[in-house]
């Protein structure tokens, strides 16, 4: 399971601009604001952005500068995952070390969606295990005992919410890495990173 909220995509109109600093080409430049509020690229600007961005990493650095903000809801075991993306990417989690016992554990804190009954069974038995001992930590807070068992047998299907900050050429590379990937949780990703504004002219370049 993962989901996907609150998206922000930020700074295209500066990044435009920059990508026409080596050739002094500003005059160029035709995007403007449609009445939402959103910066539309012209057909001159769509057109150089379109030629930066497949003329390789070096010649796209105006991606770089394409910022996007969003809440991600995951299991534990897809963050350990996205986690190889450091360069360019920065991520603030809810904490399961200060918060994990502030509200009662229920089968939609985990990604469940791909159990048999068998696994269904096998989680619930731990849930009731994680729940009691969260009862137990509320009840005595100094009872360490009880939230080392919560925080040491928190299955790696718990899911955490995190805000992350990525850009454009980030988008590239988890696309092209990910997008076949056996994780359902990738092929999630990986549609919602085509629906951002011009994916299918600045990420998905390959296709």
């Known amino acids: 399971m993962l989901k996907v909220e609150r998206t922000s995509v930020m700074n295209l109109e500066n990044a435009i601009r920059g990508a026409r600093n080596p ?10 604001y449609d009445a939402d509020g959103n910066y539309m690229l012209g057909e001159n600007d769509l057109d150089l952005a379109r030629r930066l961005a497949h003329a390789g990493s070096d010649h796209r650095k105006f991606l770089r500068q394409i910022f996007v903000s969003v809440d991600i809801t995951a299991p534990l075991y897809w963050w350990k995952e996205f986690d190889t993306y450091k360069v360019g990417t920065v991520a603030n989690s809810c904490s399961t070390m200060h918060k994990i016992h ?32 969260r009862l137990k930590f509320v009840a005595n807070k100094e009872d360490r005992q009880s939230w080392h068992n919560m925080i040491q047998l928190l299955p790696s299907s718990y899911n955490q919410m995190r805000t992350v900050t990525m850009n454009y050429e980030n988008l590239i590379n988890m696309y092209y890495a990910r997008r076949n990937h056996k994780l359902a949780e990738w092929h999630t990703l990986c549609d919602w990173i085509t629906s951002l504004p011009y994916a299918a002219e600045l990420i998905c370049i390959k296709d």
């Open 23 to 32: 050739m002094n080409s500003w005059a160029r430049s035709d995007s403007t």
């Open 102 to 133: 502030a509200k009662a554990f229920e089968r939609d804190d985990f990604s469940h969606d791909r159990l048999d009954e068998g696994g269904l069974a096998a989680l619930d038995s731990l849930i009731a295990y994680l729940e009691s001992e």
